[in-house]
């Protein structure tokens, strides 16, 4: 029985006692390690650099500083965090923008049969937009990587003005993930001390006011874990220092909701994290330095999602490059390389709203400059 089979079983089975020896002997699980991954060894580089298993294709959907293809608008420097939304018959990718000034966001809209039919600003005169989360309601959080950064909630569609939300706290923020189930949005901060955070709107689907939580744990990589208020938001003094006891994580990163779990990743450490909801626990998914043989396959662990399959794409920030998989019986393993392009970092991963196609930036492309980001397109037999 896999991890997450067996933490939703402990749970409706009613061993789940926080405090028991039995619940942590039978639910815990060793993080994930290196093995043959379910979509096969890595191919030579394709016209476009990419390292790609059998069956799977990659296209260039935009370059910053040039016009995207078929459109008269200049993509953004520095891609970052991203996410897909339906559209009828065809969807959207929104790409933050992470340069300080300026930042903001910006969308390609594809027609049903994957081409690009238009790209347009949602976001502007915010600062080093990183990460970020879409919500239920089809918004996307765009986060400021900033001391004191905000969250702006911005329509993939560029029609509505996007809204600050203050609410949701300031702080060097990096991405969010709603849970729709609790009807609250996780928050990571990219500090060395940063902490895991959540934000309780007072009416779901409406963020202009709620309560700002902190995770209260031990030092222990597992474990119960409690949640409380954060006095201030405003981040006057800093919000992770307002809570006695708060939890620090070293660098927060990717964070991706599914399933009553919120994985997220810390870059300083290498570690993808996951927070069972239900449960009330946390426990480590990955930890390169827990891996028992042979090389880590993953390093500068950054932005993360997931597929119908409850497969885990988790991007590195260095690295080699990679986009690693992580499979519900916590097999880890390389999905795709990126050769020739060793001072960049990739982003923003985020599937088509049917899960034939993965979307992602390498931040600063061959040229290691921000103004060199690159943005792709994978197409393949990705599994459902």
């Not at 897909?84 to 969807?91: H, L, N, T």
């Not at 690009?116 to 400021?144: K, M």
């Not at 609790?182 to 963020?207: H, I, M, N």
């Not at 006011?209 to 995770?215: F, H, R, S």
């Amino acid at each position: 029985m896999d991890r997450r089979t067996l933490l939703r079983t402990a749970v409706v089975g009613g061993s789940a006692v926080l405090g028991g020896t039995l619940w942590r002997g039978a639910a815990y699980a060793a993080p994930a390690q290196p093995g043959s991954g379910p979509y096969g060894a890595l191919g030579s580089p394709d016209a476009n650099g990419l390292r790609l298993p059998a069956g799977f294709t990659s296209r260039v959907i935009a370059r910053s500083g040039q016009k995207v293809a078929g459109t008269s608008y200049t993509w953004h420097s520095a891609p970052d965090g991203g996410a897909c939304y339906a559209d009828g018959s065809g969807w959207i990718y929104v790409s933050n923008s992470e340069v300080n000034p300026s930042g903001g966001a910006s969308a390609v809209r594809f027609s049903s049969a994957g081409a690009v039919t238009s790209a347009y600003r949602v976001l502007s005169g915010t600062r080093q937009n990183c990460a970020g989360g879409r919500t239920p309601w089809n918004t996307w959080l765009s986060c400021e990587e900033v001391d004191r950064g905000y969250v702006y909630e911005t329509d993939p569609w560029g029609v509505k003005a996007a809204v600050r939300r203050d609410a949701m706290g300031r702080f060097k923020h990096e991405a969010a993930a709603a849970d729709p189930v609790r009807r609250v949005v996780y928050l990571t901060e990219d500090v060395t001390d940063g902490c895991f955070y959540r934000f309780r709107p007072t009416t779901w689907g409406d963020l202009s006011a709620g309560t700002l939580e902190v995770l209260v744990a031990g030092s222990a990589t597992s474990g119960p874990v409690t949640w409380a208020r954060v006095p201030d938001p405003s981040g006057a003094t800093a919000t992770r220092g307002q809570v006695s006891g708060a939890k620090r994580f070293n660098g927060g990163e990717g964070c991706y909701y599914a399933d009553d779990t919120c994985w997220f990743t810390t870059k300083g450490d290498n570690r993808v994290w996951q927070y069972n909801a239900s449960a009330g626990t946390i426990e480590l998914a990955y930890d390169d330095s827990l891996v028992t043989s042979g090389t880590a396959p993953l390093t500068g662990v950054d932005n993360v999602t997931g597929s119908s399959s409850g497969d885990l794409f988790v991007a590195e920030d260095g690295g080699n490059m990679e986009i690693c998989v992580i499979t519900p019986n916590d097999v880890i393993a390389p999905f795709l390389r990126i050769d020739g392009q060793s001072g960049s970092e990739i982003t923003g991963p985020a599937f088509s709203p049917d899960g034939t196609r993965l979307y992602f930036s390498s931040q600063r492309g061959t040229s290691g400059s921000s103004s060199g980001g690159i943005t792709y397109e994978v197409r393949g037999p990705f599994r459902a």
